[in-house]
């Protein structure tokens, strides 16, 4: 707002005055959390100089791309095949009808870094769009082509076959760091589905290939710079191909799937390292990224606090150490995180960033010291440390509430919730889906938008797009299975419904990103472009999660449609799927759930058997299987899905038992069984009897 640009919002008038003065349109895609937005926005959109060039010939529109996915998703195909570049901030040149025909990320405002300085490309296309307006909008007609042609999959169609998971899976394993973790070279992302795609086929399989694979990656990541050693959380990726020097924005997604990882591996290895780091993600989003007043999830804390600085907040220069602790606690902090006068930050040296160098073992050896010893000077430093960045000037909290991001949240603390017996977790997460499926009453749809960061601003009607319906519905489903409210079961399917007949493709096959445009409703720009997501970027897929939540509703309802559309959705990508390896990661998911047969546990009952029953049904660790616990007066058709209303109350021995658990496979259940260990035998043995590779 403080800027000298002429900045307008996406829609109809800027368009209109585009076109009345025939104008090009410079379209800037940025984040609240983005670094290189924000020195984009200091060089040059602060710029009187630039402002006046940008206000006299273009019509300047600025988009966040966390509030419009479906805007920066097709702007990011359009300038990636234009130049080959991709990524935030995202600038763009259009006709006044919004067809893309130049663009590109950061422009310096001095030629630099082997690009034209913005005030160069600006002059020079906005000549080019008066001098050679006929070669602009050939050029513009090739790019509407390529990005009709990205998401046209050919040769994706085909039948599906669980020799595609196999093909995935290969490709995660040859990408794999052995020495660092993780998959590739630097940046290095989390790649949070692939992890659990791989966990999981440990458990089934109890291959010590794969179980390498998912624990050095979660131990270096914890041990290294991407993860907040004082205040909890992960940041978004790692520079470096140690994970030691991150990129310092921390987003509410990334953690909501890490948590996800550690917990599963906690529970495939029994590892309590593991479960420490969920509850210290749970511990960061509690603190920063939790609306605990009102319940839901906010969307990031930036990486900086001003222009001028690079992660300065969550990094220390020796000094800075030694100022707030004693000199033992100094020591001790300084060997555990490799705390030197010359440190890992290139814009300054003397700043280091906190990773793991070395054991506390190794700490005691070297000071002489007992490992209890250096565990309390540790603790102690660290609380003093955090407290001392505390008061530091902070990087901006978006306090926006997104639907789609706040679900995948709410199923991770609710997946936390059940595995480590966190009960204010689990109730956080609950209000805060009360507070998501409230919205979606008050207004008749799910909104993509329920909150900004500004308190006393209205948000704006942006309707829910696939990913919004697709994670809410499997939140649902969680929240049922976490609760056996069958209202929650009742939401999903609501949802599930609904998401069937705004996005699915009865042509086709698969799901569109966004809604089917009703008669005479017209798209702006490129919006009209159908896309079908299929790859994780970096949240999971949503035609991928849609078919999670057909699938999942199916083992509860028996209902055909939702297995058929779920099929159909997989045989999109088929053909291709294992071209995409990593990024097709939550596409294996769901063929998972498609080629195994769904597994449920219900236990009946109160009191510690039941309790007992119920530790021992959820400690084993599947993507494909489901706990409900239930007490005597709910096992009644009235209060259970279609399938398990059959099935339960059938069991003429559930009573008689007293608590007991069924074990169901497909639609076929065992007799009850009392005895907790003999449970656990029975379902580590029906999770091994399926395995993928």
Same mark, same amino acid.
């Given at each position: 707002?403080?800027?000298?640009?002429?900045?307008?919002?996406?829609?109809?008038?800027?368009?209109?005055?585009?076109?009345?003065?025939?104008?090009?349109?410079?379209?800037?895609?940025?984040?609240?959390?983005?670094?290189?937005?924000?020195?984009?926005?200091?060089?040059?959109?602060?710029?009187?100089?630039?402002?006046?060039?940008?206000?006299?010939?273009?019509?300047?529109?600025?988009?966040?791309?966390?509030?419009?996915?479906?805007?920066?998703?097709?702007?990011?195909?359009?300038?990636?095949?234009?130049?080959?570049?991709?990524?935030?901030?995202?600038?763009?040149?259009?006709?006044?009808?919004?067809?893309?025909?130049?663009?590109?990320?950061?422009?310096?405002?001095?030629?630099?870094?082997?690009?034209?300085?913005?005030?160069?490309?600006?002059?020079?296309?906005?000549?080019?769009?008066?001098?050679?307006?006929?070669?602009?909008?050939?050029?513009?007609?090739?790019?509407?082509?390529?990005?009709?042609?990205?998401?046209?999959?050919?040769?994706?169609?085909?039948?599906?076959?669980?020799?595609?998971?196999?093909?995935?899976?290969?490709?995660?394993?040859?990408?794999?760091?052995?020495?660092?973790?993780?998959?590739?070279?630097?940046?290095?992302?989390?790649?949070?589905?692939?992890?659990?795609?791989?966990?999981?086929?440990?458990?089934?399989?109890?291959?010590?290939?794969?179980?390498?694979?998912?624990?050095?990656?979660?131990?270096?990541?914890?041990?290294?710079?991407?993860?907040?050693?004082?205040?909890?959380?992960?940041?978004?990726?790692?520079?470096?191909?140690?994970?030691?020097?991150?990129?310092?924005?921390?987003?509410?997604?990334?953690?909501?799937?890490?948590?996800?990882?550690?917990?599963?591996?906690?529970?495939?290895?029994?590892?309590?390292?593991?479960?420490?780091?969920?509850?210290?993600?749970?511990?960061?989003?509690?603190?920063?990224?939790?609306?605990?007043?009102?319940?839901?999830?906010?969307?990031?804390?930036?990486?900086?606090?001003?222009?001028?600085?690079?992660?300065?907040?969550?990094?220390?220069?020796?000094? !800075?150490?030694?100022?707030? +602790?004693?000199?033992?606690? /100094? #020591? @001790?902090?300084? *060997?555990?995180?490799?705390? =030197? %006068?010359?440190?890992?930050?290139?814009?300054?040296?003397?700043?280091?960033?906190?990773?793991?160098?070395?054991?506390?073992? !190794?700490?005691?050896?070297? +000071?002489?010291?007992?490992? /209890? #010893? @250096?565990?309390? *000077?540790?603790?102690?430093? =660290? %609380?003093?440390?955090?407290?001392?960045?505390?008061?530091?000037?902070?990087?901006?909290?978006?306090?926006?509430?997104?639907?789609?991001?706040?679900?995948?949240?709410?199923?991770?603390?609710? #997946?936390?919730?059940?595995?480590?017996?966190?009960?204010?977790?689990?109730?956080?997460?609950?209000?805060?889906?009360?507070?998501?499926?409230?919205?979606?009453?008050?207004?008749?749809?799910?909104?993509?938008?329920?909150?900004?960061?500004?308190?006393?601003?209205?948000?704006?009607?942006?309707?829910?797009?696939?990913?919004?319906?697709?994670?809410?519905?499997?939140?649902?489903?969680?929240?049922?299975?976490?609760?056996?409210?069958?209202?929650?079961?009742?939401?999903?399917?609501?949802?599930?419904?609904?998401?069937?007949?705004?996005?699915?493709?009865?042509?086709?096959?698969?799901?569109?990103?966004?809604?089917?445009?009703?008669?005479?409703?017209?798209?702006?720009?490129?919006?009209?472009?159908?896309?079908?997501?299929?790859?994780?970027?970096?949240?999971?897929?949503?035609?991928?999660?849609?078919?999670?939540?057909?699938?999942?509703?199916?083992?509860?309802?028996?209902?055909?449609?939702?297995?058929?559309?779920?099929?159909?959705?997989?045989?999109?990508?088929?053909?291709?799927?294992?071209?995409?390896?990593?990024?097709?990661?939550?596409?294996?998911?769901?063929?998972?759930?498609?080629?195994?047969?769904?597994?449920?546990?219900?236990?009946?009952?109160?009191?510690?058997?039941?309790?007992?029953?119920?530790?021992?049904?959820?400690?084993?660790?599947?993507?494909?299987?489901?706990?409900?616990?239930?007490?005597?007066?709910?096992?009644?058709?009235?209060?259970?899905?279609?399938?398990?209303?059959?099935?339960?109350?059938?069991?003429?021995?559930?009573?008689?038992?007293?608590?007991?658990?069924?074990?169901?496979?497909?639609?076929?259940?065992?007799?009850?069984?009392?005895?907790?260990?003999?449970?656990?035998?029975?379902?580590?043995?029906?999770?091994?009897?399926?395995?993928?590779?």
């Amino acid at each position: 707002m403080h800027q000298p640009i002429r900045w307008q919002e996406w829609g109809e008038e800027a368009f209109r005055q585009a076109q009345r003065e025939n104008k090009p349109i410079l379209l800037d895609i940025g984040a609240v959390w983005c670094h290189w937005c924000h020195v984009m926005d200091r060089e040059s959109y602060d710029s009187p100089e630039i402002a006046q060039i940008v206000n006299e010939r273009f019509v300047a529109i600025k988009v966040d791309r966390d509030e419009r996915p479906d805007i920066d998703s097709r702007y990011q195909i359009a300038v990636s095949s234009i130049s080959g570049q991709g990524g935030w901030p995202l600038t763009a040149f259009l006709t006044p009808e919004g067809k893309p025909f130049y663009g590109g990320t950061y422009f310096p405002p001095e030629d630099h870094y082997g690009r034209p300085s913005f005030k160069r490309t600006l002059v020079a296309i906005a000549d080019a769009y008066r001098e050679k307006h006929g070669d602009v909008v050939e050029q513009a007609k090739l790019v509407e082509s390529a990005i009709s042609q990205a998401e046209s999959f050919p040769g994706g169609k085909a039948h599906f076959s669980s020799t595609i998971m196999d093909r995935i899976l290969e490709s995660i394993l040859k990408m794999f760091d052995a020495d660092h973790g993780g998959f590739g070279n630097a940046p290095k992302f989390p790649h949070s589905a692939a992890l659990d795609l791989v966990i999981d086929q440990y458990v089934r399989s109890n291959d010590e290939e794969l179980r390498r694979v998912f624990v050095t990656t979660l131990e270096k990541m914890a041990r290294g710079g991407v993860y907040d050693h004082l205040a909890g959380g992960f940041h978004r990726y790692s520079v470096d191909q140690s994970w030691i020097v991150p990129h310092f924005e921390k987003m509410c997604y990334d953690n909501s799937e890490l948590l996800k990882n550690y917990v599963h591996a906690y529970q495939a290895t029994g590892e309590e390292f593991f479960a420490d780091v969920a509850r210290d993600i749970i511990r960061w989003m509690d603190g920063w990224l939790s609306d605990r007043e009102r319940g839901g999830f906010y969307a990031s804390q930036d990486a900086d606090f001003s222009m001028d600085d690079d992660g300065d907040y969550f990094t220390w220069t020796r000094a !800075e150490v030694e100022a707030v +602790l004693t000199p033992e606690e /100094a #020591e @001790v902090a300084s *060997l555990r995180y490799d705390v =030197n %006068e010359i440190g890992e930050m290139h814009h300054h040296p003397a700043k280091n960033v906190l990773y793991i160098r070395a054991a506390v073992e !190794e700490i005691a050896r070297r +000071l002489r010291l007992t490992p /209890a #010893e @250096v565990e309390t *000077l540790l603790a102690s430093a =660290n %609380e003093k440390m955090y407290a001392a960045r505390l008061k530091r000037p902070t990087p901006y909290v978006d306090k926006t509430v997104y639907t789609g991001w706040n679900a995948l949240s709410i199923s991770a603390y609710l #997946e936390a919730a059940k595995v480590l017996g966190l009960d204010a977790a689990r109730q956080f997460a609950l209000r805060s889906l009360d507070r998501v499926l409230a919205s979606r009453e008050k207004s008749g749809e799910l909104l993509h938008l329920l909150a900004y960061s500004d308190p006393d601003a209205s948000p704006r009607h942006i309707p829910g797009g696939l990913d919004d319906y697709a994670f809410t519905a499997v939140a649902c489903l969680d929240a049922y299975e976490s609760t056996a409210d069958l209202s929650y079961f009742a939401f999903a399917r609501r949802i599930a419904d609904t998401m069937l007949d705004l996005f699915f493709d009865p042509v086709d096959g698969g799901f569109f990103d966004t809604a089917r445009t009703l008669p005479g409703e017209r798209s702006l720009g490129i919006l009209g472009t159908r896309r079908k997501p299929f790859q994780d970027s970096p949240t999971p897929a949503g035609n991928a999660v849609a078919a999670i939540a057909l699938l999942r509703l199916h083992g509860y309802t028996d209902d055909p449609t939702y297995r058929q559309k779920a099929e159909q959705t997989l045989e999109v990508l088929a053909g291709v799927a294992g071209q995409y390896g990593l990024f097709a990661a939550t596409y294996g998911i769901a063929g998972l759930h498609f080629s195994q047969p769904h597994t449920q546990v219900v236990v009946v009952g109160n009191g510690p058997t039941a309790a007992e029953l119920y530790r021992q049904a959820v400690s084993p660790f599947s993507l494909t299987k489901a706990v409900l616990k239930l007490d005597f007066n709910e096992v009644v058709p009235e209060n259970l899905p279609p399938v398990l209303g059959q099935t339960v109350p059938q069991l003429p021995t559930v009573r008689e038992h007293g608590t007991a658990a069924i074990l169901c496979s497909g639609f076929s259940c065992q007799p009850p069984v009392s005895e907790p260990e003999k449970l656990g035998r029975l379902l580590r043995e029906a999770l091994l009897a399926n395995r993928v590779a």
